[in-house]
């Protein structure tokens, strides 16, 4: 049974940084690929960031060049960084474990199968 557990959401001031995390159990990170999405009240569930197991990286616009998706294959973890923060990040963000390449599934959350139950991120300006 795939299990996915996110951390580290919180509240941070516009121009601030934090680092959302997700421990998988029952996945192997080595062996397909996983993304970041954020749904905002009263919005769509959107992917933010993509990644396989080669490496392969993908973002969403809005995001570029401010986020960072990375993996850590021996501790199972899925990492966020998330810098230049904006009150329009707001949101809930979730993981989601998908399969095969990132630019097959990617940024479309009805690719990935599994997923965790969120943390939440508020910036304020």
Known sequence: QVQLVESGGGSVQAGGSLRVSCTL???TLSDNCMGWFRQ???KER???AGIDSDGTKRYADSVKGRFT???DIAKN???LQMDSLKPEDTAMYYCAAGRGR?????PDPSNYGSWGQGTQVT???
């Open 25 to 27: 159990s029952g996945y």
């Open 40 to 42: 905002a009240s009263g």
């Open 46 to 48: 959107e992917g933010v």
């Open 69 to 71: 998706i990375s993996m």
């Open 77 to 79: 973890t899925l990492y």
């Open 102 to 106: 990132v630019d097959w599934v990617f």
């Open 123 to 125: 910036v304020s300006s």
